[in-house]
Structure formats: structure tokens, C-alpha cells
């Protein structure tokens, strides 16, 4: 049969209308894939009763493919889940836990590094601290130092006297420059609220000068402390007065005595 | 758009292509749905349930059986009758309405919001009354040559070549 006649038969209409069996479908299909004109006729016999049915179809809402569409969505995502859902959520919740732990693991890390920064920074700071503490502590050392070795100071021993039989302490006193200073290593430290007062006395009659309070008394570890100047002293007397100093000495709180 | 414009995107998976289907064929269908069901919201429901199974089962559409509107086709009449067949009719095709397609015209309410892109009135006019039988019977319901020719008490040989006959008057009218 040539394809005039096969396609005047009225057989391709009944193909496009779905009215045929399995083998005369298989059939066709391959005559419209090896004849062109079949397969335009096909066509063209789908194109008039599309066409004619689209022309009798009455308003279809946009609502209705809305609906399709949700319900599609919908059923693939369940279909979906079902089929594929336990790796992927498996996956999902491994992925999850994974990314906490890794999320805690840097917190901790994050706070070590935190702590191990802030310790530097106080290990850093003590270290200035102590490196300032010591500079101070060398000054002090070598200003100490200065006034023991200075040739021009004169060293005044300074004996315990009734409150104190163990106490002592030194003057060194320069004649040219007229300075001062005490060594008071050989005091105990003062109680609270209480002061040790320098004091320059004349023995005849008996008048003493206060030249200086020794204040902060622990701060310094070598308890070098620097007195005001004095011309005229001929001995030194160191007693224990009341915070802020007092204007004549109480005799009674004698620590150490000592002639020039 | 060609059907086989349309298989590319099917087979790229395409998610365009489920709207271009619906855009094509959508009318067509509802109109071979509504023609069967008689019934429009139940019509509705059906056009929903057979754009689902055409999605649902696009993959098993297979170009060397048939075209692609015949297969669709095909999934809309049999949703049609097992939709009638649920509500207790059974499955003798004589109990189907004996009003054919054109009635569908009839309801002036939904003629309102129609688009009549091909002059359908003119033309049904114009269309012999036993090609919208033959028409009717072999392409809306779905009727075989044999039961074509019970119906319109034609000979069976003659029944695809009055078809024919039918559809070239169409094709002159829609000059195709």
C-alpha cells in the first residue's frame, strides 16, 4: 500500500483518536518516522480535532491548574520523602549533628584560645609588672647603694632602747650636702595606724627636730627611706607616733637612739 | 510547540514542560471530560485527576506506541468513564448521553467566558449533522468502527472513511 492510499484509508484519524490495537500503532508510528507526508498528516489530523475540541471547551479557571499543580507538588514531595527520605534525612541529621559538634569543638577552642589569650595578656601584664618592679627595686638598690658607699656620709648607729632592746637602725648622714638617710632594716614593721618619726637632736638642752616620717614603711625592701636635710644634729632618735606624725617626740615610744 | 519539542522537555525533565501540556491540551481534554461526564464540577475533578496521572506516569509514554495527545487522550476518557462508572453507571457505552458535543454549546452562562478562537459556531453550522455523530461516537467517546457502525447503522468498512470525509471538511474549515 503506498502512502496515498494509506493515508486516504482513514486509518490515521483512527490512530490519532487512540482507536487502534498495539500492533497497528507500532505500525503507524513507523510510517510516520520513514514518511514524511504520513507524519504531516498525523499532524495535521491531531492540529483540526485539538482545535476543534479546544473551540467547544467552556471557561476553565485558573483555579483549576493551581489546584493540579499544588496537588503535583504536593505529592511529589511526599513521594519524595518516602522513597528517599531516610538517607537523605539520615544524612540530613548526621550533617546536622556533625556541623553541632564541629560548631561546639571551635566554641571550646575558640574559648580556650579566649582563655590561653587572656592569660598571655595577665601573664604579660604581671610580667611588666615585674619587670617595672624590678627597675624600681634596682633604683632603689643602687640609690642604696650610693648612700652606703658615698665617702662623704657619716654612719650613725642607732641602738634599741627600753621598748625595743632588739631593734636598731642606721643614719647616713652627708655634712657637705646635709642629707639624710635612714636605714631602718633592723625595725619591726609598725602597727596599724602607727608611724616611725625621724627625729635630729641637740643634746644640750635636749631639742629634737623632726626631719621626716617613714611612710609606706614595706614598700621598699631594703627600708631605705631619705629624711630631710639637717646641719646640726648630734644625735638621731626614731620613735612610734600615730599615723601623720607628731610635733614633739613620746619619749615612752623610743625605738632606737644614737649618738653622732 | 511540535510533540517532539515537547519530548525534549519531558525527557530533560523540565519542569516548563507540565505547563506547556496543560496550556496544549488542557480544553481539548476538558472538553472530551465534560462531553462524557456531563456534570461540570465533576468534569473539574477529572481534568484535576488526569493532569495528575499524566504527570505521575509521563515516563511510561512511549512515542513508538502512539502520539502523545492520543496517549493523554486515551487517560481522559478512561478517567471519564471510571468517574461515571463510580457513580453506578456501567460500562455500556449506550448509556452514555445521547446529546453529542455540540450541546455543550448550549449553556449560554458558560458561553459567556468562551474564547471562540475558531468561529466553533459557524461552524457547527456548517458541519453535516453525521459527521458530528461520527465524530461524536469515534473521537469524544471513544467507540470502536464496529460499535460506530451499530450506532449509526453504517457499514463497518465505510465508518473511518466517512470519518475522513469528516475531518478534511474540518481541516478546510480551520485550513489546516
Known sequence: MDTREYIESGILELYVYGLLDDDQNVEISQMAKNHQEVHDEIVSIEKAIVDLSTGFCPYLSAETFEKIRSRLALKYEKAERKSSSNWGAYMGWAAALLFLLGIGYLYTELDDSNIQLANSESDKIKLQESVVKLEIENKQTESVLAVIRDDKNIMVPLGGQAVAPQASAKVYWNRETQAVYVDAAGLPDPPEGMVYQVWALKLNPLTPTSIGLLENFTADAHRMFPADATSDAEAFGITLEPVGGSASPRMEQLYTLGKV | ?176
Open chain 2, 1 to 176: 510547540m511540535t510533540q517532539d519539542d515537547l519530548l525534549v522537555m519531558i525527557s530533560n525533565k523540565d519542569k516548563k514542560a507540565f505547563t506547556v501540556i496543560y496550556d496544549m491540551y488542557s480544553k481539548s481534554l476538558f472538553t472530551v471530560i465534560l462531553n462524557l461526564v456531563r456534570d461540570r464540577e465533576e468534569a473539574e475533578d477529572v481534568l484535576q485527576e488526569v493532569f495528575v496521572k499524566i504527570w505521575k506516569n509521563i515516563e511510561t509514554y512511549n512515542d513508538q506506541k502512539g502520539r502523545f495527545y492520543t496517549w493523554i487522550l486515551n487517560i481522559a476518557r478512561n478517567s471519564s468513564i471510571d468517574k461515571l462508572r463510580s457513580k453506578g453507571f456501567n460500562n455500556n457505552k449506550k448509556n452514555l448521553s445521547a446529546d453529542s458535543f455540540v450541546h455543550l454549546l448550549d449553556d449560554g452562562s458558560r458561553m459567556t467566558n468562551r474564547i471562540d478562537t475558531i468561529g466553533i459556531r459557524d461552524f457547527v453550522k456548517k458541519l453535516k449533522p453525521k459527521c458530528i455523530q461520527i465524530i461524536e461516537l469515534l473521537f469524544f467517546k471513544g467507540y470502536t468502527q464496529q460499535e460506530a457502525s451499530d450506532e449509526l447503522e453504517i457499514p463497518l468498512g465505510t465508518v473511518k472513511t466517512q470519518n475522513r470525509t469528516c475531518i478534511k471538511d474540518l481541516r478546510n474549515y480551520l485550513q489546516l
